[in-house]
């Protein structure tokens, strides 16, 4: 299991801002540094949050770099991204690594470059009447393919702000009117989701409270329309309550999920990755509702952009969970108590029905 001692769920959204601004006053290997460090500490978290830090990072990296050749480009945002990636269980950011990496590609017309740096340097290539090109032309043929990678990336970064939006216009498809939901976590994606439906569906929603990672949020998503310490997407903590909305709120306990899970039409999640086999790694407490929704014959539906979705394949899935502080400092007489907090777990595929995406 990847452990992060430091991990507290109210606080991504702060350490997203404070990583823009210091991006934006420091050199591209001291921001690698920064964001390797948050990283590892577990102090940035959640695949969104991830995903526009490592596209605003290889935005900075590519900026200031002056590549050879595409390869060496290539090389450069390899070098960049492993030690980003790393082994954080932070997949949305190695999809970030790899698009940069395919936008290098496509820009320079050819699929499979060398992996060594400098083999097939413009510097030294010739052309189809076997003469040496000029270095003003090759000078002229990277600055375009670094030009395109930095478009694609920008244009990543506003596909990573209208997911949310996109996923919620095919809410009025999966919700009917005078159904009954039940939905786990306090995900802003899963709140436009329902917010959506609300405007044309009347419906009733069973909010699984998540302690005690997810609980406070779950309550302000219902009954505030904010989920705490956003300040990267202000708007966003400014969305209409549920209750506002229309929809009946029901704040249900953990240990009620199986109980009440006999009245419920589906089950909806957010997730924050999704496998090729089908798998999802969602917040901790999500498999044992997806496992009670199996038992009753209940559709799970998964809510994942297309930034979640990784080529990757769960070889051991037992090592997808991540453990974080236990929340339980100051608590009378539980000093001495030693607590095991997982904060995501992984879903089976034969646990998850549809999985909605942006595309």
Known sequence: MAKHEGVTASRPGSELSGFLKYLRQ??????????????????????????????????????????????DLLERIRTAGRRISGDFNEFAVGNVVRRALGLVREA?????????????????????NGTADTPSQDDTAISSIKEDVLDGLRELLDELDQA?????????????AHETILTYGCSLTA???????????????????????EHE?????????AK????????????????????????????AVFALMARASKVVLPSQAVFANGGVVAAAGARAIARAARFHRTPVVVLS???????????????????????????????????VNPITEYLEPACVDLVVTNV
């Open 228 to 255: 705490r310490n956003r300040a990267e997407t202000a708007r966003d903590d400014r969305l209409k309550p549920l209750t506002a909305a229309g929809v009946t709120v029901v704040i249900v306990p953990d240990s």
């Open 26 to 71: 420091h050199e591209a290997e001291e921001n690698v540094d920064r964001l390797e460090e948050l990283f590892g500490r577990g102090q940035l978290h959640g695949s969104r949050q991830c995903a526009i830090a490592a596209s605003n990072l290889l935005v900075n990296v590519i900026s200031e770099y002056h590549p050879k050749s595409p390869s």
């Open 217 to 225: 949020g779950s309550h302000d998503v219902s009954v505030k329309g």
């Open 164 to 176: 949310d939006k996109q996923i919620s216009e095919y809410a009025p498809e999966h919700i009917h």
């Open 305 to 339: 952009a297309i930034y979640r979705l990784t080529p990757e394949y769960p070889w051991e899935p037992d090592h997808l969970v991540k453990v974080g502080s236990p929340n339980l400092n100051g608590e009378e007489g539980l000093e001495e108590v030693r607590t």
């Open 108 to 128: 320079s017309g050819t699929a499979d470059l060398p992996e060594t740096n400098g083999s097939t340097s413009l510097d030294n290539s010739t052309n189809l």
């Open 191 to 213: 709140q436009k989701f329902f917010l959506t439906a609300a405007k044309t569906r009347k419906f009733t929603l069973f909010q699984v409270e998540g302690y005690p990672n």
